[in-house]
C-alpha cells in the first residue's frame, strides 16, 4: 500500500498558502532621479548632470522618456531645454543626463528648472523629478578680479 508522500504523490491542494520560500516573482524596478545644484558661469555653459537610478536592477530593457520645463529658469535663457528617451539594457542599474546650464553676468539670485521622468516601460516611476537649482557665478569687481571677465 503507497501513502501519497512515500509513492511521490502530493498532499498539495495546488493553492498557494503564501509561506512557500520561492522567489520567482520578480519585483517590479523602479526609477528616480537626483537633485542637482551648480554654479553658473559668466559666459560658457556648464553640464548639470543627472543620475537616473534603476533599482533593483532589470531582466528586462527599460526605457524612460525625459523632458526639461521651465520653473524661475527659462528655457534657452538660463539653459538649454532638451527632452529624449533613457535606454537601461538588462543588468543595467544607472544611466545619467547632461543638461546645459547657460552662463551670464546677470545677478538675479538662485533659479530653479526641473528634468522630468514620464511614459516609462517595464519600470516604475518612484521619483520622477529632478530639480536643478542655478546659482550666480562668483560676482568680480575691484577687490574680486575674475579672469577674463572685463
Known sequence: MCWP???GGSTDSGVDS??????????????SINN?????????SKAAIFTIELNPVASKVVTVKYKTMNDSAKREVDYTATNGTITFPIGVKSKTVSISVLGDKIEEGEEIFDVILY???N???????????????ELCNSTNWCEGTY
Open 36 to 44: 542637482v545644484s551648480i554654479q553658473e558661469g559668466y559666459t560658457d
Open 123 to 137: 519600470a516604475e516611476l518612484n521619483d520622477d523629478t529632478g530639480v536643478v537649482t542655478i546659482t550666480d557665478a
Open 18 to 31: 503564501g509561506d512557500s520560500d520561492d522567489d520567482s516573482e520578480e519585483e517590479t524596478p523602479s526609477l
Open 119 to 121: 511614459d516609462s516601460n
Open 5 to 7: 508522500l512515500s509513492c
